[in-house]
T-cell receptor
């Protein structure tokens, strides 16, 4: 069965610092992986996705993630944090490697950015 | 840009009352999902539709929850009777599985508070 573990429920960085949000997955099939961002009282917005193409995936707002099969990881990074990056971030894995299957989400990581 | 619409955005109801949420997916998206997100957690699938048919409702508490998508377009999720533990954000998402898309697009959600 597929599952996702996000290490660290809360990450704090200074504006301009590197952002690193950790995600490890467990999957019985080749995984399709996603990062979503959620602002308070809003829905989820897709940041980026990995669907078995390039292992380094670039997303919106300067975020990127690297799929590492040997480490079963899909960590999210951004070189320089901005105040507007403060939000909740969710890593998710597709419940099966077929289009349209439901997503299984981690518990989320809250990113705080200080000036 | 096409979006998933949900209403109401906020709902306060008393325990034992009935509530209903509405979702209009992105036009042309045949796959529709309802997720429940408890505060501090990631979303969890309640029910998935492909057109008007239920694909997965294994996590839907069927004694009090019901969902329908009669014409394969918009959808309604109902809770009757509501319980205190139902307080959560209810998120609707849609995807274009028929085109092989893995991306799910989320609506703004309905925040339910049961008193």
């Amino acid at each position: 069965a597929q599952s996702v573990t996000q290490l660290g429920s809360h990450v704090s960085v200074s504006e301009g610092a590197l952002v690193l949000l950790r995600c490890n997955y467990s999957s019985s099939v080749p995984p399709y992986l996603f990062w979503y961002v959620q602002y308070p009282n809003q829905g989820l917005q897709l940041l980026l996705k990995y669907t078995s193409a390039a292992t380094l995936v670039k997303g919106i707002n300067g975020f990127e993630a690297e799929f590492k099969k040997s480490e079963t990881s899909f960590h999210l990074t951004k070189p320089s944090a901005h105040m507007s990056d403060a939000a909740e971030y969710f890593c998710a894995v597709s419940s099966a490697n077929q289009a349209g299957t439901a997503l299984i989400f981690g518990k989320g990581t809250t990113l705080s950015v200080s000036s | 840009e096409a979006e998933v619409a949900q209403s109401p955005r906020y709902k306060i109801t008393e325990k034992s009352q009935a509530v209903a949420f509405w979702c209009d997916p992105i036009s042309g998206h045949a796959t529709l999902y309802w997720y429940r997100q408890i505060l501090g957690q990631g979303p969890e699938l309640l029910v998935q539709f492909q057109d008007e048919s239920v694909v997965d409702d294994s996590q839907l508490p069927k004694d009090r929850f019901s969902a329908e998508r009669l014409k394969g377009v918009d959808s309604t999720l109902k809770i009757q009777p509501a319980e205190l533990g139902d307080s959560a954000m209810y998120l609707c998402a849609s995807s274009d599985r028929d085109r092989g898309s893995y991306e799910q697009y989320f609506g703004p959600g309905t925040r339910l508070t049961v008193t």
